[in-house]
C-alpha cells in the first residue's frame, strides 16, 4: 500500500512561504513525477513527504494514517539517495543491508532480503565489491537496493541521475521505470528533466514557485496544458 494525501500542506521557511498550502494526492502504485524549474520547492515538497522537513501547516496521510507528526523512519517511505551516499569502505552487501542492520533485523532475514534486492537490480555478482569496484550505474542501484529491502510503501527519488553522464542517464531511467513495472509500488520522482517527466510519470505535479500550476497524464499536459507557463515547460526539450 502507498497512497498519499497532501492537505493544505504549507511550508514556511521564517518569513518565508515556499510552499503555500497546497492539496494532493498519490494513489497505491502511482509514478508521480514532480517538475519544475530550480528553487521551485520540488525538493522541499519531497522532503516534507519524507518527514525530512516539518510542514508548516497541514496534513500528511499515508494510507489513511496522519503522519505529519511521524518521524521518518516510522512513515514507511524510502529516500533513494545518490550514489555518492554509499559507505566507501563497506561491500556492496553491507551497504545494501545497512537499514535492516540500523532497524535491528536478524541477519538471516537480511541476508535473504539482500539476495532478492540484487537479483532485482541484476548485482548479485558484485555483492562482495566495494563501491570503487563498481561503475557510476551499478553504484546507483546499490542506492536503490537499500531502499528496496525496506519494502516501503512508496519510493522517493530527488534527481537521483543527475550527477550521471548522459548516456548512463538513459539506461538508469529505463530501470527506474522497468523496477516499478516489476514491483508496481508507488515512486514520487522529483526531476527537472522534462523528458524524465514525460518518459517516466503516470503523472505529473508541474510546480512554480511552490505553486501547483497543473496535475495530469504526460498525455493530457501535453495536449492540454493549462497555461504558457506548463506548455512551455512541457514543450521545451533540454
Ligand atoms: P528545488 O528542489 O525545486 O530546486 P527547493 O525545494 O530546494 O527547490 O527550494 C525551494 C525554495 O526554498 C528555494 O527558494 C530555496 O532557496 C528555499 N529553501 C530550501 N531549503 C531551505 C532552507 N533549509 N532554509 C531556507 N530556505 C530554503
Ligand atoms: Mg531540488
Redesign the pocket.
Known sequence: MGRITLERVQKKFGDVEVIPPLDLTIEDGEFVVFVGP?GCG???LLRLIAGLEDVSGGEIRIDGTAATDLPPAKRGLAMVFQSYALYPHMSVRKNIAFPLKMAGMDEEERRRRVDRAAEVLNLTDYLDRRPGQLSGGQRQRVAIGRAIVREPAAFLF??PLSNLDAALRVGMRLEISELHERLKTTMIY?T?DQVEAMTMADKIVVLRAGNIEQVGSPIDLYRRPRNLFVAGFIGSPK
Open positions: 530550480s520540488k525538493s522541499t530527488d534527481e522529483v527537472h
